[in-house]
């Protein structure tokens, strides 16, 4: 009979066992624990780079923004425009001098503050703030000269605010030195726990492909994020068509490439009529609804190659290309007028709307982008003040635009 095993033999086998395996228990568990933990950091840095790259993104667009809005109040009051007073011109330079103390102050504007120079730009601009304030409180419809002056100040921040939208959106894959230095040695640790890896077996190895998925689809959200910061920051939020700024770069564009070609473009200013009337008595929510059909109709009549852009408030803008001669800018403007001719079903209600258009020619009405706002602007009031729901073509000779009735139907 075999004897039994004493409490000795029982002990060494015990500790015979924990000193040939113990060791590499320990080892796998720190490793584990300690790739899990680095893997963590990386993910958190990912996050807060995200989160501070889109607040610093939507603070810089605000900014951009609010001067493109309160550029558009001041020529609109210049102008006269009787839905335009004062008061309204000066809570917009409120609100753009608002916006500028938030671009420096604050965890908010760290991004901002690393990628731009906005410690500098923003107390110069707020300066020029502070002198420009006066000049908004004598400002009256029709004074010309104080008009260019302020719209020329204004026109000084468009470039800076743009570069600094620009620079912070490509700020996400730029590090410092202070964060390359902390990354070098998190890379130099993986390094390490790789190698525990290979020879701890097959468990980490797994761990690690897991992880490296996780980084891998952080990276593709931060692709998406700067794709939707991008598109927030050139479209519209109601209509998700290109916004002013956009509009501005694509007129440009196309125009440097009419001249190149000898082509002639299209400027039509589109202005809805007395859309005020439905926000009075359906609210605004229904307006931002009429807005969005008003678009989808738009676009229906419009070729692939025609640019469409709401300016801001009712106020729709569009280029067209490849023209032969005038009259395919006027068939255009008749087919506009006559698509919002049909009324629109918005939440259960059926509203009728019209549109007042004025048309301007490249080149034979304007030489440069400046001159074919104008020259659109002019034969928009044109169209106002010949009873509203038409298109009306510049009259360069005149300077008195004539009116062009849209088609009925």
């Given at each position: 009979m075999a004897a039994e095993p004493s409490p000795r033999s029982l002990g060494g086998g015990w500790r015979s066992w924990v000193g040939r395996y113990g060791l590499l228990m320990v080892a796998l568990v720190l490793l584990t624990g300690s790739l899990a933990?680095?893997?963590?950091?990386i993910r958190q840095q990912h996050e807060t780079d995200l989160v501070d790259v889109g607040l610093?993104?939507?603070?810089?667009?605000?900014?951009?923004?609010?001067?493109?809005?309160?550029?558009?109040?001041?020529?609109?009051?210049?102008?006269?425009r009787r839905d335009i007073a004062q008061s309204d011109l000066l809570e917009r330079f409120e609100i753009f001098w608002s916006r500028m103390p938030l671009l420096v102050e604050g965890r908010d504007s760290a991004t901002i503050r690393d990628a731009t120079d906005a410690e500098i730009l923003v107390p110069a601009i707020i300066g020029r703030l502070q002198a420009m304030e006066p000049q908004l409180h004598a400002l009256r419809p029709g004074d010309d000269v104080l008009h260019a002056e302020v719209a020329t100040s204004l026109e000084r921040f468009v470039q800076p605010l743009h570069d600094m939208v620009v620079q912070v959106g490509?700020?996400?894959?730029?590090?410092?030195?202070?964060?390359?230095?902390?990354?070098?040695?998190?890379?130099?640790?993986?390094?390490?726990?790789?190698?525990g890896i290979v020879v701890s077996g097959g468990i980490l190895l797994a761990l690690l492909f897991r992880e490296t998925g996780r980084a891998r689809e952080l990276l593709a959200e931060a692709k998406e994020a700067q794709h939707r910061a991008w598109h927030l920051a050139h479209h519209d939020p109601v209509t998700q068509l290109p916004n002013r700024w956009l509009f501005e770069d694509r007129l440009e564009?196309?125009?440097?490439?009419?001249?190149?070609?000898?082509?002639?473009?299209?400027?039509?200013?589109?202005?809805?009529?007395?859309?005020?009337?439905?926000?009075?008595?359906?609210?605004?929510?229904?307006?931002?609804?009429?807005?969005?059909?008003?678009?989808?109709?738009?676009?229906?009549?419009?070729?692939?190659?025609?640019?469409?852009?709401?300016?801001?408030?009712?106020?729709?803008?569009?280029?067209?290309?490849?023209?032969?001669?005038?009259?395919?800018?006027?068939?255009?403007?008749?087919?506009?007028v006559s698509a919002l001719r049909s009324p629109l079903e918005v939440d259960g209600q059926v509203l009728n709307a019209s549109v007042s258009i004025g048309i301007g020619l490249y080149p034979e009405h304007a030489s440069n982008a400046t001159e074919l706002h104008r020259a659109a602007d002019r034969a928009l009031y044109g169209t106002k003040a010949a009873g509203r729901d038409g298109c009306t073509m510049y009259d360069p000779v005149s300077r008195q635009p004539e009116r062009r009735q849209a088609l009925a139907g």
């Open positions: 933990l680095s893997f963590h950091k610093s993104l939507w603070l810089t667009t605000q900014a951009d923004f609010e001067l493109q809005r309160l550029r558009h109040t001041l020529d609109a009051y210049a102008l006269g490509n700020s996400l894959g730029e590090e410092g030195d202070s964060r390359k230095a902390a990354r070098y040695t998190l890379y130099l640790e993986q390094s390490a726990y790789l190698l564009h196309t125009l440097r490439g009419a001249q190149r070609d000898r082509q002639q473009v299209a400027l039509h200013y589109l202005d809805l009529d007395h859309f005020k009337t439905v926000n009075d008595n359906f609210g605004h929510v229904v307006g931002d609804r009429l807005l969005v059909a008003v678009a989808r109709r738009l676009e229906a009549v419009l070729r692939q190659s025609d640019t469409l852009a709401r300016l801001g408030g009712d106020e729709f803008a569009v280029i067209q290309t490849g023209l032969p001669d005038a009259s395919g800018a006027r068939l255009l403007g008749e087919r506009l």
